[in-house]
């Protein structure tokens, strides 16, 4: 049975916080440890669409991403951590789709639509950036995966890229591509993780608990954190559904459903669930820091240079394939 499984995050910024954790790597090293072929990419290239002018910034980028894999768990034995422009088949195989993808499917991309319009015109609004379904299709179909897992927002990307697979098929006359599974997280509470502020959480509102801060910056990010403005002290009645310190509560403390309670109830204070949320978050953070130590930029360079190899292998016999079904000479 095939058990290949590709995802993949865009290097635009050099740490990975709680969010993107929630919304897609923990569900990476779960199927890991379930024992499926996990390919795990980081998405250099599409980093690109909206920060050409960093190029050296989205490099940098690309090995803090790949180390935060790493960190949290992702096993560079067991499963292929590469980065994208390591693995050039993915840029070949983007051109061949990008001739037969038809415009009017990019153009209706919901993502594209928001995206464009903070470009600037377009004089500013690079080619690429139309594009990015048609790469993250090549990402996904060179390993011919069983399944692909994402946060909710990649949907529409999922589905284009599908929709590629079998155009392509219909074209040439052979069955290269079997449409992969959308693997969407089930449980929205933990895809949907608030920012300390209660805001979406995102490096631009400076609201992000980061997988590598310390244990002192992740207690100093709790103390500040936003709780019920009406609960000024322990007794006033607080609201857990707004407060980002519970909501933290139900994804990292056991004991959530009573501290919730006794919060609603006036019987605890907002100290004592900052003080308990600090010590259970660095319960989980505790090993990814350790695991994150261990990685200066050599060993995560000698990583995802053999990460590169292992994918090169999967990705060039899908290209032989593609070759052969349009008749193409195969290398
Ligand atoms: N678009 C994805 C994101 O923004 C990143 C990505 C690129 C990706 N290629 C992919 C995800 C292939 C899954 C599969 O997070």
């Known amino acids: 049975m095939n058990k290949?499984?590709?995802?993949?995050?865009?290097?635009?910024?050099?740490?990975?916080?709680?969010?993107?954790?929630?919304?897609?790597?923990?569900?990476?090293?779960d199927m890991q440890e379930e024992g499926y072929d996990m390919f795990c990419m980081v998405a250099d290239y599409h980093a690109l669409t909206t920060m050409y002018e960093d190029a050296a910034q989205v490099a940098v980028n690309a090995r803090e991403v790949a180390k935060d894999y790493v960190a949290a768990g992702i096993d560079p034995k067991r499963s292929v951590v590469f980065r994208q422009s390591d693995v050039t088949e993915h840029a070949e195989l983007h051109l061949l789709f990008s001739m037969i993808t038809p415009l009017g499917w990019l153009e209706r991309v919901p993502t594209y639509k928001e995206k464009k319009d903070d470009m600037g015109g377009?004089?500013?609004?690079?080619?690429?950036?139309?594009?990015?379904?048609?790469?993250?299709?090549?990402?996904?179909?060179?390993?011919?995966?069983?399944?692909?897992?994402?946060?909710?927002?990649?949907?529409?990307?999922?589905?284009?890229?599908?929709?590629?697979?079998?155009?392509?098929?219909?074209?040439?006359?052979?069955?290269?591509?079997?449409?992969?599974?959308?693997?969407?997280?089930?449980?929205?509470?933990?895809?949907?993780?608030p920012g300390l502020d209660m805001r979406k959480m995102s490096k631009s509102y400076d609201n992000c608990i980061y997988l590598s801060d310390t244990e002192d910056e992740t207690a100093a990010k709790i103390k500040s954190a936003f709780t019920t403005p009406t609960k000024m002290r322990k007794t006033d009645p607080g609201i857990p559904e707004g407060c980002a310190v519970c909501q933290y509560l139900k994804l990292y403390s056991p004991q959530w459903q009573t501290q919730w309670?006794?919060?609603?109830?006036?019987?605890?204070?907002?100290?004592?669930?900052?003080?308990?949320?600090?010590?259970?978050?660095?319960?989980?953070?505790?090993?990814?820091?350790?695991?994150?130590?261990?990685?200066?930029?050599?060993?995560?360079?000698?990583?995802?240079?053999?990460?590169?190899?292992?994918?090169?292998?999967?990705?060039?016999?899908?290209?032989?394939?593609?070759?052969?079904?349009?008749?193409?000479?195969?290398?």
């Open 4 to 29: 290949r499984v590709l995802s993949g995050m865009r290097s635009s910024n050099p740490r990975l916080h709680i969010g993107n954790y929630e919304g897609a790597l923990r569900s990476w090293v």
């Open 122 to 193: 377009a004089e500013r609004e690079p080619y690429g950036l139309l594009g990015y379904p048609v790469l993250q299709t090549a990402d996904i179909l060179l390993y011919r995966p069983m399944g692909v897992p994402v946060g909710r927002d990649q949907a529409p990307h999922l589905e284009i890229g599908n929709d590629i697979g079998t155009r392509f098929n219909r074209l040439y006359g052979q069955e290269v591509f079997t449409p992969y599974r959308y693997l969407i997280p089930k449980d929205e509470t933990r895809a949907k993780v």
């Open 261 to 331: 309670e006794e919060d609603r109830a006036g019987e605890r204070g907002c100290m004592q669930n900052k003080k308990e949320l600090t010590e259970c978050l660095n319960e989980m953070l505790r090993p990814m820091r350790e695991r994150r130590a261990e990685l200066d930029d050599a060993a995560i360079e000698a990583i995802l240079a053999d990460g590169a190899e292992r994918a090169r292998e999967v990705a060039s016999e899908t290209m032989r394939m593609v070759k052969s079904a349009m008749g193409w000479p195969v290398r």
